[in-house]
């Protein structure tokens, strides 16, 4: 069966501070990845999704940045955080369109 | 490009039934919805693929029109655990193989006993 896992559970950084959230998937090979930002009682915006490795689309211009040096391994990084960085960090991931997206626990950030 | 969501609030007493709607100006490949509880990862109800094939719980169900890019999510005899935010999330015809979805900004359903 297919799991994602996703690192931290919870982070509080300083706003200037870098950031690396790590996602990864097991159990299926080549999924499509997406990273999912939800602000605090609001919708899921869509932040980046990746169709294959090193192949990364941005879908909202910001001080964020995203990697997928492996197959299954989706990365959220950025420099130096903002306060409206803060957040609830989701990453996703389905086999092909038409699927169902199943997405990780996800990581809460707060920046200080 | 955001689907809109109607209500965007909904309270219920067990037993009910809910209705809750998804609108697209785009044209849609396929519309997916998703639960959310407070605090947790959204989790998959339904997808609705062009072309009118269904995917999900028996429990509950879901339209697609087409014709005017609308999805309707139906609840019918609400038990407790249906409360969450209900979030519906479309994928437009034209974005390839990306499986790329824009969610609606959500509407929050409460079941009472």
């Known amino acids: 069966s297919q799991t994602i896992h996703q690192w931290p559970a919870t982070l509080v950084q300083p706003v200037g501070s870098p950031l690396s959230l790590e996602c990864t998937v097991e159990?299926?090979?080549?999924?499509?990845l997406y990273w999912y930002r939800q602000a605090a009682g609001r919708g899921l915006q869509l932040l980046f999704y990746?169709?294959?490795?090193?192949?990364i689309s941005s879908e909202v211009p910001q001080n964020l940045s995203a990697s997928r040096p492996q197959d299954r391994q989706f990365i959220l990084s950025s420099k130096k955080l903002l306060l409206s960085d803060s957040g609830f960090y989701l990453c996703?991931?389905?086999?092909?369109?038409?699927?169902?997206?199943?997405f990780g626990p996800g990581t809460r950030l707060t920046v200080t | 490009q955001q689907p809109v969501q109607s209500p965007q609030a909904v309270i219920l007493r067990e037993g009910e039934d809910a209705v809750i709607n998804c609108s697209s100006s785009?044209?849609?490949?396929?519309v997916h919805w998703y639960r959310q509880k407070h605090g947790e990862a959204p989790v998959f109800l339904m997808i609705?693929?062009?072309?009118?094939e269904q995917k999900g719980h028996d429990k509950i169900s879901a339209s697609f029109n087409e014709k005017k890019q609308q999805s309707s999510l139906y609840l019918t005899a609400s038990q407790l655990s249906y409360s969450g935010t209900y979030f519906c999330?479309?994928?437009?015809?034209?974005?390839?193989?990306?499986?790329?979805?824009?969610f609606g900004q959500g509407t929050t359903l409460q079941v009472k006993p």
């Open positions: 996703a991931w389905s086999r092909d369109r038409g699927d169902e997206q199943y």
């Open positions: 159990g299926t090979s080549n999924p499509n």
């Open positions: 990746s169709v294959g490795i090193g192949q």
């Open positions: 999330g479309t994928e437009m015809l034209g974005s390839g193989n990306t499986g790329k979805l824009i």
């Open positions: 785009k044209a849609l490949y396929s």
């Open positions: 609705l693929l062009k072309g009118g």
